[in-house]
């Protein structure tokens, strides 16, 4: 069937769509793309009820078709319910509700018949836009949802022009500047809205699907982090940074082994028997501000060793035995905390103590053969003095020559990893290392222990950040030796130097696509594209993401208020918004004065009539006054001449063109200087 | 003034009511206090603006997206429901501002006869240096609105109509502008009383009986015949509105001068419509009948001439005679 306004001839391809349709395929083209990010989170079904339900309204805008039936609608809204019920079990809760609420939208497209359905279906794109951010808060997403607000915008601003077919663009770009004006006010409620604790706590299934360490270690687990390219803190040193071979960032502290995972130590001794942090700091500290990002977990990750609590607004910091900081609940959003941290330091009982034991359990019927190479490493080295640490050298040498390889594609390990990891395959990444090792230095008999954290980073050379990746997570070992405490041994850095001294980083083969789009690219260009896209990256999470309300009190105690709360808060708030309500005041009474000069001075000569008892229409021009003047007072009368010849005075200076050097305003001072000695009747 | 005139039909139900009656004591108050005037430019005082329907669905949508933020502290979410909640704020003020600012110049409108609609021309003129977008006109309280923008510096006309319910001088209804542009979250609008009155004709009579040729006085009829040709007693100088046919066109030729058969010798019969003569007893369906007959005879180009009670409107023809028996017949007490 052809339409009757399709206009095609061969020279015009363009199709000339009517308003409703073009309209209709605008804003169903902006709702794609406030969903399409969801897509990732959203049960297939649901996907892809959305996509066929958009397009087939858009089938029906193009081809101005009759929208299907309420009931048909109705049947099908039943059906995703229950859908939505069967795949997340529940109606209520982030992930049901966004699914329901992504299923709504599509369908209200399809009933899009009044101005009020039209309406819903922007309110809920503007909720499908904030749940966008559960997910995600990058400045990625913000730029897609902030053209995903302009569309928005500009579809209402479209809707609102009832006369003829507006072109988009110009709706657009009152959208834009609409949303332009709102920068300030959003600028002044986002600095200065109290920033409240969540109402009804952070709900438990806001923070699924978020990579990062975990409170046990088993073989495999950090190597699945070593591909994962997202920044997982970032460090900024005040002053002096301590050898990028001491950037070793303290994470859980995993000393409880059975045989498959490691877990953080539950120990069977009572409190006072348990070996205590006992750190002490030598040479000069190093100070640095981390910016972390929200894990879920209660962990601060600090460089080693930090005495101090962190500075950290709003959590209760403290240190574990085990010299890990740890806050009182997960961390659920950004943070931001300064610490102070000694690249060396001893911890640890320097002689043996009781508590020690439980560093040195390790399961019965695992890893016969480690057991038994510790047996006989043990007894060639003796029992004297400094027999440990002389043990330890003797294992990293056989690390650094046995024909060990640092790999992230070590195969899978059987029940007895260590004895693999030792004797048969010979491949490992940091996890199976540090494991292997302290196996085998517990099965010798010394207290050792695996800590799992971060190392290394690289710096931004664009803001001067260390960026700490999660594809830096690292596992390596503690062992105690008597005399000197705890010690860092790590054993990766025997195998492969370059992991902790340059960071050089295992990567995954390039295949062949890779390779066609990098391997053409200047690479040096492309670092430095990230380097810049990070610090980008940063700011917005220094700037926006991460200002909390320990930043807005700062704010405040900057702007001169001694120990503010979220009360002063309020009262700024109040402050802010009384001065520009006062302002948009003053505004308008300058605008209602600042009118045309002109008009304003013919009003004044038309009002000076009017009191003298001269009918002078409103709106006249000055050459109609002029002879309703003359009309009413006779052309006798002794000041109409003089009257007349203001007036066409005036007429000139709006209409003449404007005499080339001559200052425009000038006739009209002069007007204005002579309208208080005319002639005026009385 | 009655209401009569808005087009809102009396109804009794209305007055036991008593919010409807509340809302419309409200609604006349207001209205009297307004000038009255044909020429009005909007300023601050006479434009209002109140939310709308939408307006508080955002309202409702923003609080929502308020508590999600808070609930998943979402620094972006704030982000996003501030930069909406401001944008929302500098829409209420362009809205304001379409509105506010435009000259209203209302057309004289042309009379009309009862039953059928009076056209009111408005002018709407900008003096800004961008478009004013969709800004409505209507009739208060009828619902039908004519839409336009107005361009930059510019002027455009709406024409509403509206239906008067009986004969007479009327004043022109209350009309209402409004708009809702850019967002739809706020309704802008003034109240209008515009000055004009329009002239009310009453209904000409539907197939109404022939001119009453019969009754003409001098009722000699036929006889005019014999004074035809020649006859030159029945001329005079032609009259502005005299129907071309009754020129002497001879004359014309020979003098070079105008001059027309005085029609009333030409046809040896006056046409009076006479009140009392329609042969039906209630007034206003006499003034319908004079009224059909006026027309018929116009259409006719008869001399003829109009008696009411107290009023006698000597025989002639053309628009002007139209127009002054119309009138009187509108007016007519």
Same mark, same amino acid.
């Given at each position: 069937m052809k339409r009757p306004n399709m206009q095609s001839t061969w020279f015009t391809p363009s199709i000339q769509l009517p308003r409703d349709s073009r309209d209709t395929l605008f804003m169903l083209f902006v709702i794609a793309w406030v969903l399409a990010p969801q897509v990732?989170?959203?049960?297939?079904?649901?996907?892809?009820?959305?996509?066929s339900a958009l397009i087939y309204r858009a089938y029906l805008a193009w081809h101005t078709r009759p929208l299907p039936s309420r009931w048909w609608l109705r049947g099908v809204l039943v059906l995703t319910v229950a859908a939505t019920l069967w795949s997340h079990k529940t109606l209520l809760g982030r992930d049901a509700g966004v699914t329901l609420v992504v299923v709504l939208l599509a369908l209200k497209t399809l009933e899009l018949r009044a101005r009020r359905d039209a309406f819903v279906v922007f309110f809920l794109s503007f909720f499908l836009m904030l749940t966008n951010f559960f997910y995600s808060q990058s400045l990625l997403t913000a730029g897609a949802m902030l053209v995903a607000l302009m569309g928005l915008l500009t579809a209402l601003v479209n809707t609102h022009k009832p006369v003829g077919k507006p072109p988009l663009l110009e709706s657009a770009r009152t959208a834009g500047m609409m949303a332009l004006w709102g920068v300030p006010i959003m600028a002044l409620l986002f600095v200065l809205f109290p920033r409240m604790a969540p109402l009804w706590g952070i709900p438990s299934d806001g923070m699924s699907g978020r990579s990062g360490l975990s409170s046990s270690m088993q073989v495999g687990n950090i190597a699945s982090l070593a591909l994962d390219d997202s920044i997982a803190l970032l460090v900024r040193f005040n002053g002096e940074m301590p050898d990028q071979s001491d950037l070793y960032f303290r994470g859980p502290v995993l000393s409880d082994f059975d045989g498959k995972s490691w877990t953080a130590l539950q120990s069977s001794l009572p409190e006072r028997l348990q070996v205590a942090a006992d750190l002490r700091g030598q040479g000069t500290p190093v100070n640095y501000q981390v910016t972390l990002k929200p894990s879920n977990h209660p962990w601060l990750l600090v460089l080693d060793a930090t005495p101090e609590k962190p500075l950290l607004n709003g959590y209760q910091?403290?240190?574990? &035995?085990?010299?890990?900081?740890? !806050?009182?609940?997960?961390?659920?959003?950004?943070?931001?905390?300064?610490?102070?941290?000694? &690249?060396?330091? !001893?911890?640890?009982?320097? !002689?043996?103590?009781?508590?020690?034991?439980?560093?040195?359990?390790?399961? !019965? @019927?695992f890893n016969p053969r480690t057991a038994q190479w510790a047996k006989e490493l043990r007894t060639q080295a003796g029992d004297g003095e400094g027999a440990s640490a002389q043990l330890v050298d003797t294992i990293m040498n056989h690390l650094r020559t046995g024909g060990y390889t640092y790999t992230l594609e070590p195969g899978l390990y059987g029940?007895?990893?260590?004895?693999?990891?030792?004797?048969?395959?010979?491949?490992?990444?940091?996890?199976?290392?540090?494991?292997?090792?302290?196996?085998?230095?517990?099965?010798? @008999?010394?207290?050792?222990?695996?800590?799992?954290?971060?190392?290394g980073g690289k710096r931004n050379a664009v803001d001067g950040y260390w960026v700490v990746r999660q594809s830096e997570a690292h596992a390596w070992a503690e062992v105690w030796i008597s005399g000197q405490g705890w010690t860092r041994v790590d054993p990766t850095s025997a195998v492969s130097p370059g992991r902790t001294g340059t960071f050089e980083r295992l990567q995954r083969e390039q295949g062949a696509i890779g390779t066609a789009l990098l391997g053409t690219v200047n690479t040096e260009f492309a670092l430095n594209l990230r380097a810049y896209w990070d610090a980008a990256n940063n700011s917005w999470n220094q700037w926006v993401l991460n200002y909390t309300q320990g930043?807005?009190?700062?704010?405040?105690?900057?702007?001169?208020?001694?120990?503010?709360?979220?009360?002063?808060?309020?009262?700024?708030?109040?402050?802010?918004?009384?001065?520009?309500?006062? @302002?948009a005041a003053l505004w308008g009474l300058w605008d209602r004065h600042h009118r045309d000069p002109w008009l304003?001075?013919?009003?004044?000569?038309?009002?000076?009539?009017?009191?003298?008892?001269?009918?002078?229409?409103?709106?006249?021009? &000055?050459?109609?006054?002029a002879e309703q003047l003359i009309q009413q007072l006779g052309p006798?009368?002794?000041?109409?001449?003089?009257?007349?010849?203001?007036?066409?005075?005036?007429?000139?200076?709006?209409?003449?063109?404007?005499?080339?050097?001559?200052?425009?305003?000038?006739?009209l001072a002069t007007l204005r200087r002579t309208f208080k000695q005319l002639p005026w009747p009385t | 003034m009655s209401n009569a005139t808005t087009g809102e039909p009396d109804r009794g139900r209305f007055w036991r009511h008593p919010i409807r009656r509340l809302q419309r004591r409200f609604r006349q108050w207001f209205e009297s206090r307004l000038p009255l005037t044909d020429s009005v430019t909007l300023t601050q005082r006479s434009v209002y603006i109140l939310p709308t329907g939408p307006g508080l669905m955002l309202g409702a949508t923003l609080l929502l997206?308020?508590?999600?933020?808070?609930?998943?502290?979402?620094? =972006?979410?704030?982000?996003?429901?501030? =930069?909406?909640?401001?944008?929302?704020?500098?829409?209420?003020?362009?809205?304001?501002?379409?509105?506010?600012?435009?000259?209203?110049?209302?057309? =004289?409108?042309?009379?009309?006869?009862?039953?059928?609609s009076a056209l009111m021309e408005v002018q709407l003129q900008s003096q800004r240096r961008s478009t004013r977008h969709g800004i409505g006109l209507a009739v208060m309280g009828s619902g039908h609105w004519a839409w336009c923008n107005v361009p930059a510096q510019g002027v455009c006309t709406l024409q509403v109509a509206f239906q008067p319910a009986r004969r007479g001088l009327h004043r022109v209804p209350t009309l209402t502008a409004e708009t809702r542009y850019p967002l739809g979250t706020f309704r802008v609008w003034t109240v209008w009383r515009p000055a004009a009155q329009v002239l009310v004709y009453p209904t000409p009579e539907v197939s109404a009986p022939p001119l009453p040729l019969a009754s003409a006085h001098a009722g000699d009829g036929p006889a005019t015949q014999s004074s035809v040709a020649g006859d030159f007693d029945g001329v005079r100088a032609y009259r502005r509105g005299d129907p071309l046919k009754m020129v002497v066109w001879k004359k014309l030729a020979k003098a070079d001068e105008l001059v027309s058969r005085d029609s009333v010798h030409a046809l040896g019969v006056e046409l009076w419509l006479d009140q009392r003569e329609t042969g039906l007893s209630h007034p206003e369906r006499q003034l319908s009948r004079l009224c059909a007959w006026v027309l018929q005879a116009d259409r006719l180009a008869l001399d003829y001439g109009l008696r009411l009670a107290g009023l006698d409107i000597p025989p002639a023809s053309g628009e002007a005679q139209k127009k002054r028996c119309l009138q009187a017949l509108a007016l007519n007490r």
């Open positions: 990732g989170h959203l049960p297939l079904w649901c996907s892809v009820m959305a996509g910091v403290s240190m574990t &035995p085990e010299l890990q900081w740890v !806050t009182d609940r997960p961390i659920g959003d950004l943070v931001r905390y300064t610490a102070q941290s000694f &690249p060396k330091f !001893t911890h640890g009982p320097l !002689t043996y103590k009781a508590g020690l034991q439980d560093y040195l359990n390790l399961p !019965t @019927g029940r007895h990893s260590a004895d693999e990891f030792w004797f048969d395959r010979k491949l490992g990444f940091c996890e199976h290392m540090a494991s292997s090792f302290v196996i085998l230095i517990r099965a010798m @008999g010394i207290p050792a222990r695996v800590v799992t954290g971060y190392q930043q807005q009190l700062k704010l405040l105690e900057n702007l001169g208020f001694e120990s503010p709360n979220w009360e002063d808060l309020i009262y700024v708030l109040i402050a802010a918004v009384v001065v520009a309500s006062l @302002g304003h001075l013919l009003e004044r000569a038309s009002a000076r009539l009017r009191r003298s008892g001269i009918d002078v229409a409103p709106n006249s021009p &000055p050459r109609r006054v006798d009368h002794p000041g109409a001449p003089a009257l007349k010849d203001w007036l066409l005075r005036l007429e000139a200076i709006r209409y003449a063109p404007p005499v080339a050097g001559a200052k425009p305003s000038n006739g | 997206l308020l508590v999600a933020s808070i609930n998943y502290q979402l620094n =972006l979410g704030y982000m996003l429901t501030f =930069l909406l909640a401001g944008t929302a704020m500098v829409g209420m003020l362009v809205c304001h501002g379409t509105l506010r600012g435009v000259s209203l110049h209302l057309a =004289l409108p042309s009379p009309v006869f009862a039953g059928t």
